[in-house]
C-alpha cells in the first residue's frame, strides 16, 4: 500500500462527499505478515517466500522509507538511526 496515494485518496473523497456529491466506498486492500492468531502460523495457506515478497515490494513503511530518501528529507543511515530509537523505547 502507498501511504501517500492512499492519503490523496482519502483527501479527494473527503472533498467529494463535503461538497454535496454523494457517499464514496473506499476499499484499502491490506496483506497480514503473520497468521489471524497465535495457532494459525500463516504458512499452511501461502509461503514463506509469498510474505517475503509481499514485504518486500508492498510493505507501507519501506515505500514511505523510499519516499523520504528520494526527496532528500533523510538518508538511509538516519533512518536506521531513528528507527533504533524507536525500538529502544
Avoid at 515478497?53 to 528520494?70: A, H, K, N, V
Wanted: proline share 3%; with cysteine; charged share 25%.
Amino acid at each position: 500500500m502507498d501511504i501517500i496515494a492512499s492519503r490523496h485518496a482519502v483527501q479527494y473523497a473527503r472533498k467529494w462527499v463535503t461538497e454535496g456529491n454523494g457517499p464514496l466506498l473506499m476499499e484499502f486492500v491490506t496483506y497480514r505478515y503473520g497468521g489471524h492468531s497465535m495457532s494459525d502460523p500463516g504458512t499452511t495457506y501461502r509461503t514463506r517466500e509469498e510474505v517475503q515478497r509481499m514485504r518486500s515490494t508492498q510493505d507501507p513503511i519501506r515505500g514511505l522509507q523510499r519516499y523520504i530518501e528520494e526527496w532528500g528529507l533523510a538518508t538511509e543511515q538516519e533512518l536506521k538511526v531513528c528507527r533504533n530509537l524507536l525500538l529502544i523505547e
